[in-house]
């Protein structure tokens, strides 16, 4: 079991940063797939980046590839989105997800599809601003 807890979502102009973070809690796998992922209202949730916390493979959504960096602190376990360069339309709900025990995120198709991930956070809200 994996308690997702997101953080560091807020209210920023276009062009600015922010960085999400997703703490989990409970049994710690070390090798897990991650990812973010987010939903504009009336809109689908869609993928922004995934990671396989073995070596670090990141795949990245085409609409934030350049802008966007997905990490994870090996310590403490937790995943972080660095934002730069937001746009309006990145505005929206960001939710962290898991599935531990796997590398297929390795693979760039199964990082950026939600079905994949077994576990969710309750998400962060961001909105950009023009």
């Known amino acids: 079991q994996m308690d997702m807890r997101e953080s560091g979502g807020g209210s920023v102009q276009g062009g600015g940063s922010l960085r999400l973070s997703c703490i989990h809690y409970?049994?710690?796998?070390?090798?897990?797939?991650m990812g973010w992922f987010r939903q504009a209202p009336g809109k689908e949730r869609e993928a922004v980046a995934g990671?396989?916390?073995?070596?670090?493979?990141?795949h990245y959504a085409d609409s934030v590839k350049g802008r966007f960096i997905v990490s994870r602190d090996s310590v403490s376990d937790t995943l972080f989105l660095q934002m730069n360069g937001l746009k309006p339309e990145d505005s929206g709900m960001y939710y962290c997800?898991?599935?531990?025990?796997?590398?297929?995120?390795?693979?760039?198709?199964?990082?950026?599809?939600?079905?994949?991930?077994?576990?969710w956070g309750q998400g962060t809200h961001v909105t950009v601003s023009s």
């Open positions: 997800a898991a599935t531990p025990e796997t590398s297929q995120c390795r693979d760039a198709t199964w990082a950026l599809k939600s079905n994949g991930y077994r576990y």
């Open positions: 409970g049994y710690t796998f070390r090798r897990k797939c």
């Open positions: 990671i396989y916390t073995g070596d670090g493979t990141a």
